[in-house]
């Protein structure tokens, strides 16, 4: 890189921060121009978050400074980073559901406006960067899409100079992010910098002009990622390029789960009703479910896992045999695992060992014979260790607490732990959702594995090159409704986006 | 006739010592604090406000010592839960046991106190009306002032940005926090209104209800001020309504059994709670609405910066 110019808009000089475990940003240095759409790229856990906290003025570095058109800026609070035009949209919206688009944007801005204002205001504004929103509605009503535009109007309601946002796209349809990519290419025409959080390649590629890669909390390279490849990126980012995943041809059995006009209405107010859902998974294929969430997953998922046992009689089929009423641990005796997308409270109990934890869904192999039914602490621990070997988690040991494993880790732990029991079938929710490259590859590669073995797997997951990767077939679930299933061979990242807006029955029809 | 408008007079007086403290409690928990100490603080404040009134002779300078002495132990119970993190139920029941012990280890030489004479409060003119006079406007000051405090934080919540931001930092702390809300200092004025208004229903109490100092002279309704702001799922109106209500089948009741009716009397006791209880729940049971209402973050802990 050049010496910095002059007229730089924003910039970060030598910044380290230390948590007592780990250091987050290792003398990390930035330089972001006016009217630049800058990428900062790495992995979950790589010191992105924390670095934009710095920036916005709610983490203090413990060396380094950060300075705002050449000057030193003193921020101590995100107050004074909005005050002096920084502005950031979060990964997890920081809306509040009980209140109106307009009152939710009045509380981030000044004072001194009426809320009349800020109303009139907010029309103007989204109407000049094509965003649509409408003010009076309740913020619990929206899909995820609405709320970032919500988000990102009322970030450019404090007319910012420098606008951060971090990963604005994993909650969006592929027309949602070029709607989104317009609006920030025009958002920097007019001046403002934009810091674009991403670990998607194609995106920054696509969007950016220029790019700082952080690996380990320490920066690998000022890149222009026009210049770049996927490859040379990944490189940069994870030290390696991607593996591969060997993809063998499909040998189909027998329907192993069936859903056959599955509608269930909804019992709470901000849940999705269920529409006559159908589908089936045959052993030895993965059929995947495309979709951004809150559109029917969470209760689609818990009528299949059995947390929720109020699908209707006979909608709901494992081997041929109706499951809908029942609990669990029934379906589970059955041959059906499940793998929720939630790690800690779900799919592990926190505070407990990963022997422990062995208990939740295997607690058969671990706990004595009736009418005792003692638990074993000597199975419990073989068998954790067993999958801590097998699946190649980082822990210490089977008496670790679950908590204190790595996202990641304790992923590959449930996951393992559900695999090792040798499931039938197998539902797998966001299977590397926060999941670094190399062990999000693992997981993928043992799904396929089980494949090959006859296991039938549904795997639901908004991350559309996952699925794109691991499913034979592919549905997508929009609003309650599940669209037919399409070969992943013939899908395409067009079609599945549009799917994903609920108009399947258009391009069906063609 | 001239009994039923009594009934209707007795019961206003009776539905205001809860609705002052439950409107108080429903600011308190909007922020997402519950207070379970509301019991203790009443008790508290009922002492403080009949020994003031015994020393000075002014009833508003013993309103005042009451709400002081309210607003005081909700500050003390607002450092705890807010700051240090204790947890929010058990420091309440702490409190409110605390509450019951001290005043009554306070109370001990005022138990045979008399007040000054009490005057009666009748507005000129509107108190003459037949019917009307007797039931609605021989009521002390207060009586008044509650359903102006109920229209008064309608239109905070509702109308102004403050009551926004206390409604937004009851549905999400974190989020608040993250927009630059000093979250627990708002959280701690919310706690210590409610005190505030605690203190001024046990004062009411012990100056103006039942003009004497009694131990555990608040006798629940510290408890059953709570109970309302949840049934009335934080609505206002629906907690001055479930406090007449309140009062109201808690008169009838006295009246019934000093008709010597053949109901046994503990069914008698039993209705006010059962009443109130039924009517609110039925009206309130639309879950959505509860949603919609409900604060959030009500009771849980909140560790800014984490």
Known sequence: ??????????????????????????????????????????????????????????????IGEVLLDGKQSKIRNPQEARALGISMVFQHFSLFETVTV??????????????????????????????????DRPVHSLSVGERQRVEIVRALLTDPKVLILDEPTSV?????????????????ADGCSVLYISHKLDEIRELCTNCTVLRGGKVTGHVDPRNESNASLSRLMIGAEPPKLQHREVKTGA????????????????????????????????????????????????????????????????????ISKRNPRVRRAGGLHFVPEERLGRGAVPTLSLAANTLLSRASEVVGKPPLSWVSPKATASLAADIIKRFHVK???????????????????????????????????QPTWGVDVGAAAQIRGELLKLRDEGCALLVVSEELDELFEVCDRMHVIAKGRLSPSINTADATVEKIGEWMSGLWEVSHAL | MESFALLIAATFNAGTVLAIAALGLLINEKSGIVNLGAEGMMLCAAIAGFAAVVHTGNDWVGFAAGM?????????????????????????????????????????????????ARPSYAIPGLAD??????????????????????????????????????????????????????????????????????????????????????????????????ALTTFATWRPLRVLFGAYLFGGVTMMQFHLQSQGVDIPSQFLSMAPYLATIVVLALISRNPAWIRINMPASVGKPFYPGS
């Open chain 1, 1 to 62: 890189m050049s010496e910095a110019a002059p007229t730089l808009r924003l910039e970060v000089k030598n910044v380290t921060k230390r948590y007592p475990s780990v250091v987050a940003n290792s003398d990390v240095n930035l330089r972001v121009a006016p009217g630049e759409i800058h990428a900062v790229l790495g992995e979950n856990g790589a010191g992105k978050s924390t670095l934009m906290k710095i920036i916005y003025g709610a983490v203090k570095p413990d």
């Open chain 1, 102 to 135: 307009a009152e939710n944007i009045w509380l981030g801005l000044d004072k001194s406006l009426t809320l009349a204002n800020v109303r009139e205001q907010t029309v103007r504004k989204a109407k000049i960067y094509g965003l649509d929103v409408e003010p």
């Open chain 1, 172 to 188: 969006l349809t592929p027309q949602a992010v070029r709607k989104l990519f317009v609006t920030l290419r025009q958002l920097a």
């Open chain 1, 255 to 322: 329907i192993g789960l069936q859903a056959k006009g599955l509608s269930i209405v909804a019992d709470d107010p901000f849940g999705v009703t269920l529409d006559n859902i159908n589908f089936e998974v045959r052993t030895g294929e993965i059929v995947g479910v495309a979709g951004v969430s809150g559109n029917g997953q969470q209760e689609f998922l818990a009528a299949l896992s059995g947390e929720s046992t109020r699908a209707p009689s006979g909608s709901i089929s494992l081997f041929g045999n109706d």
């Open chain 1, 395 to 429: 822990a210490g040991g089977p008496s670790a607490e679950a908590k204190s494993l790595s996202g990641g880790n304790l992923q590959k732990y449930i996951v393992g732990r559900e695999i090792s029991a040798n499931p039938k079938v197998l539902i797998v929710s």
């Open chain 2, 68 to 116: 002081a002495a309210g607003a005081g132990m909700a500050a003390l119970f607002g450092v705890l839960v807010i700051w240090l993190n204790t947890n929010q139920y058990a420091t309440g029941l702490a409190l409110s046991l605390f509450g019951a012990g001290f005043s009554a280890f306070v109370g001990v030489k005022y138990v045979q106190e008399k007040l000054p």
């Open chain 2, 129 to 226: 009306i037949p019917f009307i006079g007797p039931a609605l406007f021989k009521q002390h000051p207060l009586a008044y002032i509650g359903i102006a405090l109920a229209l008064a934080i309608i239109w905070f919540l509702f109308k102004t940005r403050a009551g926004l931001v206390l409604r937004s930092v009851g549905e999400s702390p974190e989020s608040a926090h993250s927009l630059g809300y000093p979250v627990r200092r708002i959280r701690l004025l919310a706690v210590m209104f409610g005190g505030a208004m605690c203190g001024l229903s046990g004062a009411y109490l012990s100056i103006i209800y039942t003009p004497l100092w009694v131990e555990g002279m608040v006798s629940g309704k510290g408890w059953i001020a709570l």
